[in-house]
């Protein structure tokens, strides 16, 4: 029963993140145009390249949205509506976003092409720089919390929000969050001007749909995790708990689309040596900041 | 009953990815078997209500199987498979030590008497909560110890990977 | 029963490692035996803990170790396969033979 509002309220919130980023990316606002894209996406031809491995080129669309579905089986959208509502949710949200990465890999190797394999391993860099930065504000959020459960960690911020308790994880986790969703200036495996594409770039027609269908899914997830464990969930005055989550979640998606295109894109070993010289003692500070201030204040 | 079937769906499928790593040419589907394996190592331990065991074998595995690929191709010959290449030796001594092996732990499993079995868990809420105790109360040492091997572990690969400069 | 079938399932996959870590001529390929026979093992323990003494939490202490033991000597091996490497040009068990009479 519960599972059948997931697919509605995925498809909507996918379209309106679509328009978002047209409206603040170019400053266009229409939203009829996702429907002819997509119509348009559908009725080209899929091309498949010479010589590709198959079980791979095939797998990685798919893979790549089904590990984001899963990771929002474990976010919640009002104090009773959820999916699965496991103990260790948070770390069961970690564990999907990694099959991100296998995915893109899985995207770069199987099309036999140049840029698309440079595209993917690059993305190989930028997660071995990320996969730290997501877990430790994770780690802080859930000492706060005093459990894993997702629920919890948003009856938690009753009294505080996490963005104002903990700013340095709030930060390094969503620069991370953009980092797992490859938005600029992290977007290394798509690189629109340096690698013809990237691994999106040998993906035609239906399987190009998929891929696109599925990078707006991710960037939906981590958008609601973020507003899950730092800025309240469902807690506000007046509107309905879920009404809340859903505006909160499409300002923060808002805000990564935007903010991003400024910044000159990171090469990959800037990445990896600013994530691990200055991010993880960043967020390992953050975690003593944390637990000095949960023993001294409770 | 659900169990059983779980265990034994996802043992299944385990094994056959674990005899197409051997059996594959191509070595990036060789790795990314081995990723199938242990996914399906990690269904099991969620099956077997091993919630926190289970969800932490599949978030590391992704990560270090896709490196291992990486590696693989860096430093196979023939990383594609298309050239067929010979790459075992010793093949009637591994298959008869293999075999050797799985026998005897075969053995091992139907003849010994496990004693009677327990028929529920802990809920999971509890597990974490338990085992969060145990780490930090007492094995705070063993916890410890796996800190700092970790530790000496990334600097001495380090060390060893690292290429000299000629002065 | 579900122990039983547990138990077994980890027999194959030990079989399966023990024989790739013998038969294949690169050392990657050797550790991806050695990577197999560990998750036997660690399907053994979790097998043990859930059927026999589920309130002992030794049990999933040994499994966290187990891992990371795997994730440690995977690094190492790596590192040690990079090393040699780039000393030899490749990696091949059969062409390493400097310390053999």
Redesign the interface.
């Known amino acids: 029963m519960t599972v059948l509002w997931l697919v509605p309220l995925l498809v909507v919130g996918t379209y309106i993140i679509v328009v978002l980023e047209e409206w603040v990316t170019t400053g266009r606002f229409r939203p009829v145009a996702p429907v002819f894209g997509g119509i348009s996406l559908l009725g080209r031809e899929s091309l498949v390249p010479r010589l590709p491995d198959r079980v791979l080129f095939e797998a990685a669309p798919g893979l790549l949205l089904v590990a984001p579905v899963l990771a929002l089986a474990v976010l919640p959208l009002a104090p009773g509506t959820i999916i699965a509502n496991l103990a260790t949710g948070a770390l069961f949200l970690n564990a999907a976003l990694a099959y991100v990465m296998v995915a893109l890999f899985m995207a770069g190797w199987g099309a036999n092409s140049v840029y698309g394999l440079v595209g993917g391993w690059r993305f190989l860099g930028q997660f071995v720089a990320y996969s730290m930065l997501i877990v430790m504000p994770i780690t802080a959020v859930a000492m706060r919390a005093q459990s894993l459960a997702t629920t919890t960690i948003v009856e938690s911020q009753t009294s505080l929000w996490n963005v104002i308790a903990q700013p340095l994880g709030f930060i390094l986790f969503w620069l991370a969050a953009m980092a797992v969703c490859f938005l600029p200036p992290f977007d290394l495996p798509i690189a629109p001007h340096e690698l013809a594409g990237g691994i999106m770039g040998e993906y035609t027609g239906d399987r190009l749909a998929i891929l696109r269908l599925a990078r707006l899914v991710l960037i939906l997830t981590l958008s609601a995790s973020v507003t899950i464990f730092f800025l309240g969930g469902w807690l506000g005055p007046v509107l309905p708990p879920w009404i809340w989550t859903l505006v909160k979640t499409l300002l923060v998606a808002a805000a990564m689309l935007g903010t991003g295109r400024f910044v000159p894109r990171l090469r990959q070993e800037q990445l990896v040596a600013w994530g691990w010289q200055f991010g993880i003692p960043l967020a390992l500070t953050n975690i003593l900041w944390v637990g000095v201030t949960l023993l001294v204040v409770a | 009953m659900g ?2 079937l779980t ?2 769906f996802f ?2 499928v ?2 056959g990815f ?2 197409t ?2 059996r594959t040419s ?1 070595m ?5 078997s ?2 199938g ?2 996914a399906a ?1 990690g269904v ?2 969620l099956a ?6 289970g ?6 595995m ?16 023939d990383p ?1 498979g ?1 050239g067929q290449m010979e ?5 009637r ?3 008869g ?3 050797t ?2 026998l005897g ?2 053995a091992l ?2 003849l010994v008497d ?2 009677p ?2 028929a ?6 509890t ?2 909560h ?2 969060g105790i ?2 930090m109360s ?2 705070m040492l ?1 916890f410890e110890t ?1 800190g700092v ?2 530790l000496v ?2 600097v ?6 690292i ?1 000299r400069h000629r002065p | 029963m579900t122990l039983i079938v547990a138990l077994l399932i980890g027999t194959g996959l030990f079989g399966i490692g023990l024989y790739g870590a013998v038969s294949q001529t690169n050392m990657v390929m050797i550790m991806m035996g050695v990577e197999l026979m560990l998750g036997a093992a660690m399907v053994n323990l979790v097998a043990f803990w859930r059927f026999l003494h589920p309130d002992v939490y030794a049990g999933q202490m040994f499994v966290l170790i187990v891992m990371t033991v795997m994730a440690l000597e995977a690094a190492v091996g790596f590192g040690i396969a990079t090393a040699r490497f780039r000393a030899r040009g490749s990696v091949e068990m059969e062409e390493a033979m400097e310390l053999k009479e």
């Open positions: 169990q059983v265990v034994a043992g299944l385990a094994l674990g005899v790593v051997f191509s990036v589907r060789s790795a990314l081995l990723l394996a242990m190592i099991m331990f077997m209500e091993a919630e926190f065991l969800v932490l074998q599949l978030m590391m992704a990560g270090e199987m896709t490196i291992m690929a990486i590696f693989m191709v860096m430093y196979m010959m594609g298309l790459m075992t030796h010793q093949k001594l591994s298959k030590v293999g075999l092996g799985c732990a075969v499993t139907l496990w004693g079995t327990v529920s868990a802990p809920p999971p809420t597990q974490v338990d085992l145990e780490l007492r094995s063993v796996a091997t970790i572990a990334m001495a690969a380090t060390v060893v990977a290429a």
